[in-house]
């Protein structure tokens, strides 16, 4: 248990790290920034590569909702889920302490919106809060649908963190404009604690919807393939 808990904590810390510094520090980078496109990248690549690195000995959650979604479907064990939601948040809340420590040494630094999560006047595209609720909803059930197929007993072993990384890369295309994308409560808690006031302030929905899509997820993957 206790391997699997540092497990976890390093690989949301490096979600964290590797996917909101990637909007921090390189998005908008003066002629080279990677933009949208890389950011999204950059969060598919924590996952995949967080999976394959520590996913043999936690199971390679990196996120609440999904550790919750696995839960409903009956792979994980209950006992273990606060446990990991913990740490999970400590990961998140570690990383984004250093990377707002490195993002300050740049001369007139300035914290703006720290690759946080919001809706209304707070999403990039300027989309409303049901606009938000219902994308964070939909996305996160279907990154759970991916990660329970993918993981399940009748598909090939050893693919499954290219599908939920490549999964994660799609979702961000898709919601970056519409939430900077959470879809992981401890990401969006993580960026909300240094960027105080809004971010707070609209933190609830970013840990209700991925919950509870997260949970919808677990509950259609049993409904598709109980066999798991």
Not at 41 to 70: C, D, E, K, R
Not at 118 to 143: C, K, Q, R, W
Not at 209 to 228: E, I, Y
Request: with cysteine; net charge neutral.
């Amino acid at each position: 248990m206790q391997k699997s808990l540092v497990a976890e904590f390093l690989g949301t810390f490096w979600l964290v790290f590797g996917g909101c510094g990637s909007a921090v520090l390189a998005a908008a980078y003066p002629e080279l920034g990677i933009g949208f496109v890389g950011v999204a990248f950059a969060f598919g690549l924590t996952v995949l590569t967080m999976a394959y690195a520590v996913g043999g000995i936690s199971g390679g959650h990196f996120n609440p909702a999904v550790s919750l979604g696995l839960t409903v479907a009956g792979r994980f064990p209950a006992a273990r889920l606060v446990p990991y939601i913990v740490v999970q948040i400590v990961g998140a809340i570690a990383a984004a302490a250093l990377l707002y420590l490195i993002a300050s040494g740049k001369a007139g630094f300035e914290l703006g919106g720290f690759a946080a999560n919001g809706y209304g006047d707070h999403s990039p595209g300027g989309y409303s809060l049901l606009s938000a609720l219902l994308i964070e909803v939909l996305l996160t059930m279907f990154f759970l649908i991916i990660i329970l197929g993918s993981t399940s007993s009748r598909v090939p072993a050893g693919f499954a963190p290219l599908a939920i990384g490549l999964g994660l890369t799609l979702i961000h295309l898709v919601s970056i404009p519409v939430t900077n994308t959470s879809v992981n409560p401890a990401r969006s808690t993580g960026q909300a604690l240094f960027v105080g006031g809004w971010a707070l302030q609209q933190l609830w929905l970013f840990w209700i919807a991925p919950l509870a899509g997260g949970a919808l997820g677990g509950l259609v993957w049993k409904f598709v393939d109980d066999a798991d």
